[in-house]
């Protein structure tokens, strides 16, 4: 590593596994600047330092914006781990419009690439850095009446082998952690799991018969970001019980 203590650039931590994710890195001794759009209410980022013990909340808007404010906080960022967040809406084959299709992968894929293209030249000028983005397993195994969430996913997981060849050279590292049937409120409301009918069939298609932590989830983000795991690049490691 180019320094003891990692810094640690982390996107829309509020949502899906990013309380995991914050959790993760505080624990393993990184310095973590957790950006979402809630906090451009200086007053719900307070209450989130507070919370939050030796976490810097960061106000994200564009990216552009988001990395500048950051790097006020930090002078380089070594890990950049980010996904993009839009809710899996239900979008059949004959309502894929542009103006249906457009906002998935503006959030999806735009948004994601552009964070890591204001963070990169300055890893590559270090020699070290590690790109985590977020993704999903919904696309290798297909997600029918939800083409437009499934086909932005796979657009990101299909830029990670190309810009670690890219990278590599650079010493910098590009994985993606594609979950699946992770247990959040978000994705799996507990009023619909806690439904014994609902659950049974969910799960049925799950090998391992039971949903994911958002815990698990982040521990294969951890690999990838801060084990001595430098010889590891390219791959989009599926978190989702065996499912595809």
């Keep these: 590593m180019t320094q003891q203590t990692p810094v640690v650039l982390l996107t829309d931590v509020e949502a899906f ?17 957790a950006a979402d759009p809630l ?25 552009a914006e988001t990395v500048a404010r950051a790097l006020g906080h930090e002078a380089a960022i070594d890990v950049l781990c980010t996904g993009g967040v839009h809710p899996a809406n239900r979008t059949t084959a004959g309502g894929l419009s542009e103006e249906v299709t457009r906002p998935y992968f503006e959030k999806l894929v735009i948004e994601p690439l552009a964070y890591m293209s204001l963070l990169v030249e300055g890893m590559k000028a270090r020699q070290y850095g590690r790109i985590v983005f977020v993704t999903s397993a919904g696309p290798v195994g297909g997600i029918p009446n939800f083409t437009a969430y499934a086909s932005a996913r796979a657009a990101l997981n299909g830029s990670v082998r190309s810009l ?23 994705y799996f409301p507990q009023a619909l799991i806690s439904q014994p009918a609902v659950r049974s069939k969910i799960l049925s298609r799950v090998p391992v018969r039971r949903f994911g932590e958002p815990g698990e989830a982040a521990a294969a983000v951890e690999f990838f970001a801060l084990a001595d795991a430098r010889f590891v690049t390219g791959q ?3 978190v989702s019980g065996g499912w595809s």
């Design 164 to 186: 670690a060849i890219e990278l590599g050279a650079a010493g910098v590292s590009v994985n993606a952690v594609a979950p699946n049937y992770i247990e959040t409120e978000a």
């Design 17 to 33: 596994i990013g309380p995991a994710l914050v959790s993760m890195f505080r624990d393993r001794g990184a310095k973590v600047l």
């Design 236 to 238: 989009v490691l599926s």
């Design 39 to 63: 906090f451009a209410d200086a007053g719900v980022a307070s209450a989130y330092a507070t919370a939050h013990p030796g976490v810097t909340p960061v106000a994200q808007t564009t990216p």
